[in-house]
């Protein structure tokens, strides 16, 4: 199981600087969050879940905007 380490204030911070950014840049925070957790598996646990909550945070942006 993947650790947690993203607070409450973590996700109300991503979700404030997501409605910022253009798609474009959304979609390249993703793609970025995506590579750090995979670069985080099998070594650091609570870095790559942080990063995956992050990039699950910005892509909900994405999603919102892109349907």
């Known amino acids: ?9 973590d996700f109300a911070k991503w979700q404030r600087e997501a409605k910022r950014l253009s798609i474009d840049s959304l ?9 750090a957790a995979q670069a985080m ?3 650091n646990p609570e870095r790559e879940g942080y ?12 999603t919102r905007r892109t349907k």
Not at 1 to 9: K, S, W
Not at 27 to 35: I, S
Not at 51 to 62: A, M, R
């Open 1 to 9: 199981m993947i650790a947690n380490p993203a607070t409450a204030q």
């Open 51 to 62: 990063y995956i909550d992050q990039g699950s945070t910005f892509g909900q942006e994405l």
């Open 27 to 35: 979609r390249y925070v993703v793609q970025d969050c995506q590579e």
């Open 41 to 43: 598996h099998g070594w």
